[in-house]
Protein backbone atom coordinates (compact mmCIF):
# COMPACT_ATOMS: atom_id res chain seq x y z
CA UNK A 1 0.00 0.00 0.00
CA UNK A 2 1.21 3.27 -0.64
CA UNK A 3 2.29 6.04 2.07
CA UNK A 4 -0.74 7.42 2.73
CA UNK A 5 0.15 9.87 5.69
CA UNK A 6 2.65 12.44 5.96
CA UNK A 7 4.76 10.54 8.13
CA UNK A 8 4.71 7.30 6.72
CA UNK A 9 7.36 9.39 4.36
CA UNK A 10 9.77 9.35 6.93
CA UNK A 11 9.23 5.71 8.31
CA UNK A 12 9.84 4.11 4.73
CA UNK A 13 12.97 6.65 4.31
CA UNK A 14 14.18 5.63 7.83
CA UNK A 15 13.89 2.03 7.09
CA UNK A 16 15.47 2.68 3.45
CA UNK A 17 18.02 4.87 4.26
CA UNK A 18 18.54 4.68 8.29
CA UNK A 19 22.08 6.39 7.84
CA UNK A 20 21.85 8.66 5.59
CA UNK A 21 21.45 12.35 6.96
CA UNK A 22 18.20 13.80 7.56
CA UNK A 23 18.67 17.09 8.58
CA UNK A 24 21.22 19.94 8.89
CA UNK A 25 21.68 22.94 11.02
CA UNK A 26 24.96 24.83 11.18
CA UNK A 27 27.28 21.98 13.09
CA UNK A 28 24.19 19.97 13.30
CA UNK A 29 22.97 17.27 11.97
CA UNK A 30 20.57 14.06 12.49
CA UNK A 31 20.16 10.96 10.17
CA UNK A 32 16.92 9.80 9.39
CA UNK A 33 16.71 6.99 11.89
CA UNK A 34 17.14 9.84 14.59
CA UNK A 35 15.00 11.68 12.91
CA UNK A 36 13.09 8.78 13.35
CA UNK A 37 13.70 7.79 17.04
CA UNK A 38 13.31 11.01 18.24
CA UNK A 39 10.24 12.30 16.77
CA UNK A 40 8.49 8.83 18.11
CA UNK A 41 9.62 10.07 21.86
CA UNK A 42 8.23 13.24 21.13
CA UNK A 43 4.79 11.49 19.90
CA UNK A 44 4.78 9.41 23.16
CA UNK A 45 5.17 12.84 25.12
CA UNK A 46 2.33 14.69 23.36
CA UNK A 47 0.40 11.32 24.09
CA UNK A 48 1.23 11.51 27.60
CA UNK A 49 0.21 14.85 28.11
CA UNK A 50 -3.57 14.10 26.57
CA UNK A 51 -2.96 14.86 22.72
CA UNK A 52 -5.47 12.41 20.57
CA UNK A 53 -6.42 12.55 16.98
CA UNK A 54 -7.40 15.58 15.33
CA UNK A 55 -5.72 17.86 18.29
CA UNK A 56 -4.30 21.21 17.54
CA UNK A 57 -0.67 21.23 18.41
CA UNK A 58 1.08 24.43 18.11
CA UNK A 59 4.83 24.68 17.04
CA UNK A 60 6.81 27.66 17.37
CA UNK A 61 10.53 27.37 16.67
CA UNK A 62 12.54 28.92 14.63
CA UNK A 63 14.89 27.07 11.97
CA UNK A 64 16.58 24.30 13.80
CA UNK A 65 16.56 20.24 13.97
CA UNK A 66 14.40 20.37 17.14
CA UNK A 67 11.65 21.88 14.35
CA UNK A 68 12.02 18.91 12.61
CA UNK A 69 11.71 16.45 14.89
CA UNK A 70 8.51 17.99 16.97
CA UNK A 71 6.86 18.51 13.53
CA UNK A 72 6.88 14.62 12.57
CA UNK A 73 5.93 14.21 16.50
CA UNK A 74 2.73 15.97 16.25
CA UNK A 75 2.06 14.07 13.17
CA UNK A 76 2.91 10.74 14.26
CA UNK A 77 0.74 11.59 17.50
CA UNK A 78 -2.17 11.98 14.94
CA UNK A 79 -2.27 15.75 15.75
CA UNK A 80 -2.60 18.62 13.78
CA UNK A 81 0.53 21.01 13.67
CA UNK A 82 0.17 24.55 13.41
CA UNK A 83 3.11 27.04 12.81
CA UNK A 84 3.38 29.61 15.14
CA UNK A 85 5.90 32.04 14.02
CA UNK A 86 8.00 32.72 17.02
CA UNK A 87 9.22 36.21 15.42
CA UNK A 88 5.17 37.45 15.31
CA UNK A 89 3.67 39.67 17.02
CA UNK A 90 2.69 37.90 20.39
CA UNK A 91 -1.49 38.99 19.97
CA UNK A 92 -1.58 37.65 16.24
CA UNK A 93 -0.24 34.61 17.40
CA UNK A 94 -2.78 34.28 20.80
CA UNK A 95 -5.12 35.56 18.04
CA UNK A 96 -4.12 31.64 16.29
CA UNK A 97 -4.29 30.13 19.41
CA UNK A 98 -7.53 31.22 20.24
CA UNK A 99 -8.96 30.75 16.54
CA UNK A 100 -7.67 27.18 16.40
CA UNK A 101 -8.33 26.09 19.44
CA UNK A 102 -4.87 24.92 20.56
CA UNK A 103 -4.16 23.55 23.72
CA UNK A 104 -0.70 22.43 23.56
CA UNK A 105 2.16 24.18 22.65
CA UNK A 106 5.79 22.57 21.49
CA UNK A 107 8.47 25.20 21.67
CA UNK A 108 11.57 25.86 23.50
CA UNK A 109 11.85 27.05 27.22
CA UNK A 110 12.86 30.43 25.75
CA UNK A 111 10.10 30.73 22.98
CA UNK A 112 7.51 30.33 25.74
CA UNK A 113 8.74 32.93 28.41
CA UNK A 114 8.90 35.45 25.79
CA UNK A 115 5.01 34.96 24.46
CA UNK A 116 3.66 34.91 28.42
CA UNK A 117 5.70 38.14 29.01
CA UNK A 118 4.45 39.70 25.74
CA UNK A 119 1.03 38.76 25.90
CA UNK A 120 -1.97 40.53 27.61
CA UNK A 121 -3.84 37.76 28.50
CA UNK A 122 -3.27 34.21 29.83
CA UNK A 123 -2.02 32.12 27.02
CA UNK A 124 -5.59 29.80 25.82
CA UNK A 125 -3.29 26.82 26.11
CA UNK A 126 -3.30 23.96 28.84
CA UNK A 127 0.13 22.04 28.14
CA UNK A 128 3.54 22.53 26.86
CA UNK A 129 6.21 20.51 25.92
CA UNK A 130 9.18 22.13 25.84
CA UNK A 131 12.29 21.13 23.80
CA UNK A 132 15.33 21.92 25.53
CA UNK A 133 19.20 20.99 27.10
CA UNK A 134 18.07 23.13 29.56
CA UNK A 135 16.49 21.75 32.78
CA UNK A 136 14.82 25.33 33.73
CA UNK A 137 11.83 24.84 35.30
CA UNK A 138 9.45 26.98 34.01
CA UNK A 139 5.76 27.95 36.13
CA UNK A 140 3.35 29.69 33.48
CA UNK A 141 0.34 30.11 35.35
CA UNK A 142 -2.15 26.72 34.78
CA UNK A 143 -0.07 25.67 32.20
CA UNK A 144 1.18 22.65 32.72
CA UNK A 145 4.73 21.97 30.73
CA UNK A 146 6.90 19.03 30.64
CA UNK A 147 10.03 19.17 29.14
CA UNK A 148 12.43 17.05 26.87
CA UNK A 149 15.60 16.74 25.93
CA UNK A 150 16.50 15.27 22.58
CA UNK A 151 20.36 14.96 22.98
CA UNK A 152 19.47 12.50 26.18
CA UNK A 153 16.54 10.45 25.01
CA UNK A 154 17.23 7.26 25.63
CA UNK A 155 17.27 4.83 22.02
CA UNK A 156 14.99 2.63 21.66
CA UNK A 157 12.81 4.51 24.04
CA UNK A 158 9.64 5.89 22.49
CA UNK A 159 8.05 7.79 25.63
CA UNK A 160 5.40 4.72 25.24
CA UNK A 161 5.04 6.35 21.97
CA UNK A 162 1.39 4.27 20.40
CA UNK A 163 0.92 4.31 16.60
CA UNK A 164 -2.51 6.19 16.13
CA UNK A 165 -4.42 4.86 12.48
CA UNK A 166 -6.12 7.15 10.35
CA UNK A 167 -7.26 8.06 6.94
CA UNK A 168 -5.73 10.37 4.49
CA UNK A 169 -8.14 12.65 4.93
CA UNK A 170 -7.82 13.97 8.53
CA UNK A 171 -6.39 17.57 8.71
CA UNK A 172 -2.47 17.39 8.69
CA UNK A 173 -1.84 21.28 9.11
CA UNK A 174 -3.13 25.14 9.31
CA UNK A 175 -1.20 27.47 7.65
CA UNK A 176 -2.39 30.99 8.00
CA UNK A 177 -2.46 33.67 5.50
CA UNK A 178 -3.52 37.27 5.95
CA UNK A 179 -7.00 37.61 5.63
CA UNK A 180 -8.93 40.90 4.89
CA UNK A 181 -11.61 40.61 7.68
CA UNK A 182 -8.35 42.29 9.94
CA UNK A 183 -7.51 38.69 11.23
CA UNK A 184 -5.20 36.32 9.95
CA UNK A 185 -7.18 32.65 8.29
CA UNK A 186 -5.92 29.27 8.83
CA UNK A 187 -5.66 26.79 5.64
CA UNK A 188 -6.60 23.67 7.04
CA UNK A 189 -4.93 20.81 4.91
CA UNK A 190 -4.97 16.96 4.83
CA UNK A 191 -2.83 14.28 4.27
CA UNK A 192 -4.12 13.39 1.16
CA UNK A 193 -3.69 17.39 0.12
CA UNK A 194 -0.33 17.45 0.78
CA UNK A 195 0.91 14.14 -0.19
CA UNK A 196 -0.92 14.66 -3.57
CA UNK A 197 1.69 17.54 -3.98
CA UNK A 198 4.49 15.81 -2.69
CA UNK A 199 4.55 12.53 -4.55
CA UNK A 200 4.17 14.42 -7.93
CA UNK A 201 6.96 17.20 -7.41
CA UNK A 202 8.95 14.13 -6.05
CA UNK A 203 8.89 12.11 -9.55
CA UNK A 204 8.57 15.60 -12.01
CA UNK A 205 12.17 16.79 -10.65
CA UNK A 206 13.54 13.69 -10.42
CA UNK A 207 14.17 14.12 -6.53
CA UNK A 208 16.94 11.85 -5.36
CA UNK A 209 18.60 10.52 -1.87
CA UNK A 210 21.49 12.11 -2.95
CA UNK A 211 19.83 15.97 -3.65
CA UNK A 212 20.63 18.31 -0.55
CA UNK A 213 17.62 20.91 -0.16
CA UNK A 214 18.34 24.28 1.09
CA UNK A 215 15.01 24.79 3.53
CA UNK A 216 14.74 28.72 2.89
CA UNK A 217 11.44 29.53 4.08
CA UNK A 218 9.57 29.42 7.52
CA UNK A 219 7.45 26.75 8.54
CA UNK A 220 4.54 29.01 8.35
CA UNK A 221 5.10 29.98 4.67
CA UNK A 222 3.91 26.66 2.38
CA UNK A 223 6.97 26.19 0.46
CA UNK A 224 8.18 24.58 3.39
CA UNK A 225 5.80 21.55 2.52
CA UNK A 226 8.12 21.24 -0.99
CA UNK A 227 11.66 21.42 1.19
CA UNK A 228 10.84 19.51 4.20
CA UNK A 229 8.37 16.52 2.67
CA UNK A 230 10.15 15.97 -0.69
CA UNK A 231 13.16 15.55 0.56
CA UNK A 232 11.96 13.26 3.71
CA UNK A 233 10.19 11.43 0.62
CA UNK A 234 13.54 10.61 -1.18
CA UNK A 235 16.32 9.93 1.40
CA UNK A 236 17.75 13.38 0.51
CA UNK A 237 18.80 15.86 3.22
CA UNK A 238 17.42 19.10 4.18
CA UNK A 239 19.80 21.84 4.75
CA UNK A 240 18.01 24.64 6.98
CA UNK A 241 18.93 28.07 6.02
CA UNK A 242 19.81 30.18 9.16
CA UNK A 243 17.20 32.85 9.00
CA UNK A 244 19.94 35.59 9.01
CA UNK A 245 21.40 34.83 6.03
CA UNK A 246 19.01 35.99 3.87
CA UNK A 247 19.22 39.35 5.25
CA UNK A 248 23.07 39.26 3.87
CA UNK A 249 23.40 37.99 0.12
CA UNK A 250 26.71 37.96 0.20
CA UNK A 251 27.22 35.08 3.24
CA UNK A 252 23.67 33.34 0.90
CA UNK A 253 25.53 32.65 -1.62
CA UNK A 254 29.27 31.33 0.45
CA UNK A 255 26.23 29.10 2.46
CA UNK A 256 25.33 27.66 -0.90
CA UNK A 257 28.74 27.30 -1.93
CA UNK A 258 30.01 25.68 1.40
CA UNK A 259 26.80 23.33 1.71
CA UNK A 260 26.90 22.18 -2.25
CA UNK A 261 23.22 23.14 -2.12
CA UNK A 262 21.37 20.84 -5.21
CA UNK A 263 17.70 22.39 -4.55
CA UNK A 264 16.37 25.56 -3.91
CA UNK A 265 12.87 26.87 -3.61
CA UNK A 266 12.13 30.26 -2.36
CA UNK A 267 9.96 33.48 -2.82
CA UNK A 268 11.53 35.43 -6.32
CA UNK A 269 12.51 38.66 -4.41
CA UNK A 270 15.17 36.41 -2.03
CA UNK A 271 16.41 35.41 -5.49
CA UNK A 272 17.01 38.70 -6.76
CA UNK A 273 18.49 40.12 -4.01
CA UNK A 274 21.04 37.32 -4.49
CA UNK A 275 21.74 38.24 -8.27
CA UNK A 276 22.05 41.93 -7.53
CA UNK A 277 24.27 42.05 -4.40
CA UNK A 278 25.57 38.51 -3.68
CA UNK A 279 28.31 38.94 -5.29
CA UNK A 280 27.97 35.40 -7.10
CA UNK A 281 31.18 36.01 -9.23
CA UNK A 282 33.54 35.14 -6.41
CA UNK A 283 31.54 31.91 -5.33
CA UNK A 284 30.98 28.50 -7.20
CA UNK A 285 27.23 27.44 -7.43
CA UNK A 286 28.14 24.62 -9.71
CA UNK A 287 25.74 22.74 -7.10
CA UNK A 288 22.46 23.25 -7.87
CA UNK A 289 20.34 21.41 -10.31
CA UNK A 290 17.23 23.01 -9.43
CA UNK A 291 15.96 26.82 -8.46
CA UNK A 292 12.31 27.43 -8.19
CA UNK A 293 11.22 30.86 -7.59
CA UNK A 294 7.55 31.66 -6.52
CA UNK A 295 5.58 34.11 -5.26
CA UNK A 296 6.40 37.45 -6.67
CA UNK A 297 7.60 38.39 -10.25
CA UNK A 298 11.01 37.92 -11.26
CA UNK A 299 12.78 40.98 -13.21
CA UNK A 300 14.14 39.66 -16.85
CA UNK A 301 17.32 41.17 -15.92
CA UNK A 302 18.24 39.32 -12.54
CA UNK A 303 16.73 35.82 -13.84
CA UNK A 304 19.40 36.23 -17.16
CA UNK A 305 22.14 36.64 -14.24
CA UNK A 306 21.40 34.17 -11.93
CA UNK A 307 21.25 31.66 -15.22
CA UNK A 308 24.99 32.47 -15.95
CA UNK A 309 25.98 31.96 -12.59
CA UNK A 310 24.48 28.78 -11.87
CA UNK A 311 25.45 26.88 -14.97
CA UNK A 312 24.27 23.40 -13.75
CA UNK A 313 20.61 24.49 -12.90
CA UNK A 314 17.05 24.34 -14.30
CA UNK A 315 14.84 27.49 -13.21
CA UNK A 316 11.23 26.95 -12.87
CA UNK A 317 9.04 29.80 -12.41
CA UNK A 318 6.25 28.37 -9.87
CA UNK A 319 2.77 29.20 -9.15
CA UNK A 320 0.64 28.42 -5.95
CA UNK A 321 -1.36 29.26 -2.87
CA UNK A 322 -1.66 27.29 0.01
CA UNK A 323 -5.24 26.93 -0.76
CA UNK A 324 -4.25 24.23 -3.29
CA UNK A 325 -0.55 24.17 -3.32
CA UNK A 326 1.96 24.55 -6.19
CA UNK A 327 -0.38 23.94 -9.24
CA UNK A 328 1.97 25.71 -12.51
CA UNK A 329 4.49 25.77 -13.54
CA UNK A 330 6.84 27.42 -16.31
CA UNK A 331 10.18 25.45 -17.08
CA UNK A 332 12.40 28.84 -18.25
CA UNK A 333 14.39 28.37 -21.81
CA UNK A 334 16.26 30.20 -23.01
CA UNK A 335 15.57 34.13 -21.71
CA UNK A 336 14.59 36.51 -24.18
CA UNK A 337 17.23 39.43 -24.73
CA UNK A 338 13.88 41.92 -24.09
CA UNK A 339 14.17 42.85 -20.48
CA UNK A 340 10.22 43.65 -20.51
CA UNK A 341 9.71 39.70 -20.84
CA UNK A 342 6.89 38.63 -18.32
CA UNK A 343 7.82 35.53 -17.19
CA UNK A 344 4.68 33.09 -17.75
CA UNK A 345 3.45 31.06 -14.57
CA UNK A 346 3.05 28.24 -17.16
CA UNK A 347 1.04 25.07 -17.42
CA UNK A 348 -0.62 22.81 -14.61
CA UNK A 349 1.70 20.20 -12.82
CA UNK A 350 0.77 16.72 -13.82
CA UNK A 351 -2.43 15.29 -11.27
CA UNK A 352 -4.05 19.10 -11.73
CA UNK A 353 -6.69 20.51 -13.86
CA UNK A 354 -6.59 24.35 -13.96
CA UNK A 355 -9.10 26.21 -15.53
CA UNK A 356 -9.90 30.46 -15.83
CA UNK A 357 -13.68 31.50 -16.09
CA UNK A 358 -14.49 34.97 -18.01
CA UNK A 359 -17.12 37.54 -16.82
CA UNK A 360 -19.79 35.32 -18.61
CA UNK A 361 -18.61 32.18 -16.92
CA UNK A 362 -17.44 30.68 -19.66
CA UNK A 363 -13.96 28.62 -19.66
CA UNK A 364 -11.54 31.14 -21.41
CA UNK A 365 -10.15 29.23 -23.76
CA UNK A 366 -8.72 31.87 -27.05
CA UNK A 367 -4.96 33.60 -26.73
CA UNK A 368 -5.17 37.05 -24.74
CA UNK A 369 -8.59 37.06 -23.16
CA UNK A 370 -8.75 36.92 -19.48
CA UNK A 371 -10.57 35.01 -16.58
CA UNK A 372 -10.00 33.97 -13.24
CA UNK A 373 -7.74 31.09 -12.14
CA UNK A 374 -9.80 28.22 -10.38
CA UNK A 375 -7.81 25.00 -8.83
CA UNK A 376 -9.11 21.53 -9.32
CA UNK A 377 -7.28 18.76 -7.59
CA UNK A 378 -6.82 16.63 -4.16
CA UNK A 379 -4.19 19.47 -3.25
CA UNK A 380 -7.34 21.93 -2.89
CA UNK A 381 -7.56 22.13 0.74
CA UNK A 382 -10.77 21.71 2.97
CA UNK A 383 -11.42 25.94 3.95
CA UNK A 384 -10.36 27.98 6.64
CA UNK A 385 -10.51 26.94 9.96
CA UNK A 386 -13.10 27.62 11.48
CA UNK A 387 -14.79 30.14 9.10
CA UNK A 388 -17.63 28.59 7.20
CA UNK A 389 -18.55 32.06 5.25
CA UNK A 390 -15.11 32.87 4.07
CA UNK A 391 -14.47 29.25 3.13
CA UNK A 392 -17.80 28.81 1.19
CA UNK A 393 -16.76 32.35 -0.91
CA UNK A 394 -13.24 30.62 -2.24
CA UNK A 395 -13.65 26.73 -2.15
CA UNK A 396 -16.70 26.88 -4.62
CA UNK A 397 -18.59 24.16 -6.54
CA UNK A 398 -17.04 22.98 -9.92
CA UNK A 399 -18.87 25.40 -12.23
CA UNK A 400 -17.95 22.39 -15.03
CA UNK A 401 -20.38 19.43 -12.70
CA UNK A 402 -23.22 21.28 -12.32
CA UNK A 403 -24.91 17.99 -10.78
CA UNK A 404 -22.40 17.48 -8.76
CA UNK A 405 -20.71 19.11 -5.02
CA UNK A 406 -17.53 18.81 -6.73
CA UNK A 407 -15.14 21.61 -5.23
CA UNK A 408 -12.26 23.82 -6.60
CA UNK A 409 -10.47 26.67 -5.14
CA UNK A 410 -11.00 29.85 -6.52
CA UNK A 411 -7.86 31.93 -6.40
CA UNK A 412 -8.81 35.43 -6.89
CA UNK A 413 -6.05 35.74 -9.74
CA UNK A 414 -6.75 36.89 -12.91
CA UNK A 415 -4.80 35.24 -16.09
CA UNK A 416 -4.78 35.30 -19.94
CA UNK A 417 -3.16 32.46 -22.08
CA UNK A 418 -0.26 32.79 -24.38
CA UNK A 419 -0.08 31.76 -28.21
CA UNK A 420 1.49 28.54 -26.46
CA UNK A 421 -1.15 27.43 -23.99
CA UNK A 422 0.85 29.12 -21.34
CA UNK A 423 -1.30 31.21 -18.56
CA UNK A 424 -0.51 34.73 -17.74
CA UNK A 425 -0.74 36.60 -14.15
CA UNK A 426 -2.61 39.80 -15.18
CA UNK A 427 -3.90 40.94 -11.78
CA UNK A 428 -6.26 40.56 -9.01
CA UNK A 429 -9.73 40.68 -8.34
CA UNK A 430 -8.95 42.28 -5.04
CA UNK A 431 -6.99 44.32 -3.08
CA UNK A 432 -4.27 41.51 -2.21
CA UNK A 433 -0.29 41.90 -2.93
CA UNK A 434 2.54 39.86 -2.70
CA UNK A 435 5.28 42.03 -0.97
CA UNK A 436 9.06 39.74 -0.86
CA UNK A 437 6.91 36.63 -1.06
CA UNK A 438 4.56 37.14 1.63
CA UNK A 439 0.83 37.43 0.86
CA UNK A 440 -1.08 40.82 2.06
CA UNK A 441 -4.31 41.93 2.01
CA UNK A 442 -4.41 45.51 1.96
CA UNK A 443 -7.70 45.43 4.08
CA UNK A 444 -5.87 43.34 7.11
CA UNK A 445 -3.77 46.16 7.46
CA UNK A 446 -6.44 48.89 6.74
CA UNK A 447 -8.55 47.34 9.28
CA UNK A 448 -5.59 47.42 12.02
CA UNK A 449 -4.97 51.43 11.21
CA UNK A 450 -8.82 52.26 11.20
CA UNK A 451 -9.28 50.76 14.74
CA UNK A 452 -6.71 53.55 16.07
CA UNK A 453 -9.34 55.82 18.21
CA UNK A 454 -7.61 58.87 16.21
CA UNK A 455 -8.42 57.41 12.42
CA UNK A 456 -11.12 57.79 10.30
CA UNK A 457 -10.29 55.98 7.69
CA UNK A 458 -6.91 54.58 5.84
CA UNK A 459 -5.29 53.13 2.77
CA UNK A 460 -2.70 50.39 2.11
CA UNK A 461 -1.33 51.36 -1.17
CA UNK A 462 1.07 49.09 -2.89
CA UNK A 463 3.98 50.24 -4.93
CA UNK A 464 5.64 47.87 -7.28
CA UNK A 465 9.39 46.98 -6.72
CA UNK A 466 11.66 45.04 -8.93
CA UNK A 467 13.31 43.96 -5.38
CA UNK A 468 10.43 43.38 -3.29
CA UNK A 469 7.61 43.16 -5.57
CA UNK A 470 5.48 45.48 -3.65
CA UNK A 471 6.21 47.88 -0.69
CA UNK A 472 3.47 49.20 1.18
CA UNK A 473 2.56 52.57 2.27
CA UNK A 474 -0.36 53.85 3.94
CA UNK A 475 -2.86 56.96 3.65
CA UNK A 476 -4.39 58.33 6.93
CA UNK A 477 -7.77 60.55 7.29
CA UNK A 478 -7.34 61.57 10.74
CA UNK A 479 -10.60 62.12 13.06
CA UNK A 480 -11.62 65.93 12.88
CA UNK A 481 -9.10 67.65 15.90
CA UNK A 482 -7.26 64.74 16.00
CA UNK A 483 -3.21 64.95 15.09
CA UNK A 484 -2.30 61.41 15.11
CA UNK A 485 1.48 61.01 13.65
CA UNK A 486 3.74 58.54 11.81
CA UNK A 487 5.19 57.14 15.31
CA UNK A 488 2.58 56.77 16.92
CA UNK A 489 1.02 54.70 14.54
CA UNK A 490 3.86 52.60 14.17
CA UNK A 491 3.82 52.18 17.45
CA UNK A 492 0.03 50.85 16.99
CA UNK A 493 0.61 48.24 14.36
CA UNK A 494 3.70 46.46 15.73
CA UNK A 495 1.95 44.65 18.18
CA UNK A 496 -1.13 44.09 16.04
CA UNK A 497 0.35 43.28 12.37
CA UNK A 498 3.85 41.12 10.98
CA UNK A 499 6.84 43.33 10.54
CA UNK A 500 6.55 42.49 6.43
CA UNK A 501 2.65 43.88 6.48
CA UNK A 502 3.47 47.31 8.65
CA UNK A 503 3.42 50.27 5.91
CA UNK A 504 6.97 51.49 5.04
CA UNK A 505 5.66 55.25 5.60
CA UNK A 506 2.56 57.38 6.13
CA UNK A 507 1.19 60.23 4.70
CA UNK A 508 -2.07 62.11 6.72
CA UNK A 509 -4.70 63.90 4.44
CA UNK A 510 -7.59 65.57 5.62
CA UNK A 511 -10.34 63.17 3.47
CA UNK A 512 -9.19 60.77 0.79
CA UNK A 513 -9.99 60.81 -2.82
CA UNK A 514 -13.56 59.15 -3.94
CA UNK A 515 -14.40 57.40 -7.28
CA UNK A 516 -17.96 58.01 -8.54
CA UNK A 517 -18.98 55.20 -6.79
CA UNK A 518 -18.18 56.29 -3.56
CA UNK A 519 -14.89 53.67 -3.58
CA UNK A 520 -11.44 55.38 -2.09
CA UNK A 521 -9.74 56.06 -5.54
CA UNK A 522 -6.80 53.72 -5.36
CA UNK A 523 -5.37 54.15 -8.59
CA UNK A 524 -5.11 58.03 -7.84
CA UNK A 525 -3.53 57.74 -4.97
CA UNK A 526 -0.99 55.87 -5.85
CA UNK A 527 -0.53 58.04 -9.07
CA UNK A 528 -0.21 60.99 -6.50
CA UNK A 529 2.57 58.76 -3.95
CA UNK A 530 4.49 58.04 -6.79
CA UNK A 531 4.69 61.84 -7.99
CA UNK A 532 4.98 63.41 -4.79
CA UNK A 533 7.87 64.63 -3.01
CA UNK A 534 6.56 63.96 0.67
CA UNK A 535 7.53 59.85 -0.92
CA UNK A 536 11.53 59.44 -0.30
CA UNK A 537 12.17 56.23 -2.52
CA UNK A 538 15.38 55.19 -1.62
CA UNK B 1 26.41 64.59 15.77
CA UNK B 2 29.25 61.99 15.92
CA UNK B 3 28.90 59.22 13.04
CA UNK B 4 27.49 56.77 16.36
CA UNK B 5 24.49 59.62 17.05
CA UNK B 6 23.51 59.86 13.55
CA UNK B 7 23.31 56.17 12.76
CA UNK B 8 21.34 55.41 16.31
CA UNK B 9 18.86 58.25 15.28
CA UNK B 10 18.14 57.07 11.93
CA UNK B 11 17.84 53.93 13.45
CA UNK B 12 15.45 54.76 15.96
CA UNK B 13 13.01 57.04 13.56
CA UNK B 14 13.01 54.92 10.52
CA UNK B 15 13.85 51.45 10.89
CA UNK B 16 12.77 50.37 14.64
CA UNK B 17 9.80 53.07 14.69
CA UNK B 18 7.24 51.49 16.57
CA UNK B 19 9.11 49.34 19.32
CA UNK B 20 8.80 52.36 21.44
CA UNK B 21 12.88 51.84 22.30
CA UNK B 22 14.13 55.67 23.15
CA UNK B 23 17.58 54.32 23.07
CA UNK B 24 20.49 51.99 21.60
CA UNK B 25 23.41 50.39 23.21
CA UNK B 26 26.63 51.49 21.26
CA UNK B 27 27.13 47.00 21.57
CA UNK B 28 23.54 45.76 21.75
CA UNK B 29 22.94 43.17 18.94
CA UNK B 30 20.46 44.85 16.18
CA UNK B 31 20.40 41.87 14.78
CA UNK B 32 19.47 39.21 17.52
CA UNK B 33 16.85 42.25 18.17
CA UNK B 34 15.49 41.81 14.54
CA UNK B 35 15.19 45.31 13.86
CA UNK B 36 17.37 44.99 10.86
CA UNK B 37 15.54 42.91 8.08
CA UNK B 38 16.41 43.00 4.05
CA UNK B 39 13.90 46.19 3.13
CA UNK B 40 15.10 47.85 6.85
CA UNK B 41 19.06 47.21 5.84
CA UNK B 42 18.69 48.09 1.59
CA UNK B 43 17.28 51.44 3.49
CA UNK B 44 19.76 52.02 6.11
CA UNK B 45 22.62 51.25 3.43
CA UNK B 46 21.05 54.31 1.42
CA UNK B 47 21.27 56.20 4.27
CA UNK B 48 24.76 55.26 5.04
CA UNK B 49 25.87 55.84 1.62
CA UNK B 50 24.23 59.78 1.34
CA UNK B 51 24.84 61.04 4.55
CA UNK B 52 28.93 59.98 5.00
CA UNK B 53 29.40 60.61 1.73
CA UNK B 54 30.38 56.60 1.17
CA UNK B 55 30.14 53.70 -1.03
CA UNK B 56 29.71 50.52 0.90
CA UNK B 57 30.97 47.55 -1.28
CA UNK B 58 28.28 44.37 -1.22
CA UNK B 59 31.00 42.27 0.05
CA UNK B 60 31.00 44.02 2.89
CA UNK B 61 27.07 44.05 3.60
CA UNK B 62 27.67 41.24 5.87
CA UNK B 63 26.49 40.61 9.70
CA UNK B 64 29.66 41.48 11.45
CA UNK B 65 29.85 44.95 9.86
CA UNK B 66 26.03 45.57 10.68
CA UNK B 67 25.47 43.75 14.53
CA UNK B 68 25.55 47.11 16.60
CA UNK B 69 25.77 50.87 16.28
CA UNK B 70 29.56 50.25 17.03
CA UNK B 71 30.44 47.35 14.04
CA UNK B 72 28.58 49.93 11.77
CA UNK B 73 30.60 53.33 13.00
CA UNK B 74 33.56 51.05 12.02
CA UNK B 75 32.82 50.17 8.65
CA UNK B 76 31.48 54.37 7.53
CA UNK B 77 35.20 55.13 8.96
CA UNK B 78 36.87 52.43 7.15
CA UNK B 79 35.17 53.43 4.24
CA UNK B 80 35.66 57.22 4.47
CA UNK B 81 39.47 56.33 4.63
CA UNK B 82 39.29 54.27 1.34
Known sequence: ?538 | MSVLESLENYLLTEIAVGLGKKTLGPDEDLLELGIIDSLGLMKLISFMEEDFGIRIPDEEVIPENFQSLNCMAKLVELQVQN
Open chain 1, 1 to 538: MRDYLLHHLLQRSALQYPDNVAVIFKEKSVTYSDLERQSSSIAGALQQLGIRKGDRVGIMFSKSIEQIVALFGILKSGAIYVPLDPAAPAARVEYMIRHCGIECLITTPGNLKLLSLNSEDALGISTALLIGTDAEVVNHGTIVSKSLSLDVEAAGDHGGFQAVEMSDSSPAYILHTSGSTGNPKGVAISHLNALTFIEMAASYFDVTASDRFCSHAPLHFDLSVFDIFVAIKQGAAIVLLPEMLSTFPVKLAEYIDKEQITVWNSVSSVLTLLADKGVLESRNLDSLRLVHFSGDIMPVKYLRLLAQRMKNAAFYNIYGQTEANSSLCYPIGAIPDDDSWRIPIGKPFPNFDVFALNGERQVVSHPGDEGELYVSSSTVAYGYWNDRDMSGEKFVPDPRYPFLDKIVYKTGDLVRIDEDGNYLFSGRTDHMVKSRGYRIELAEIETVLSGHPDVVAAVAIPIPDDLVGNRIFAVIAPASGCSVGTEELFRYCTPRLPKYMIPETMAFRDSLPMTSSGKVDRKKLGEELVNSEEWAFP
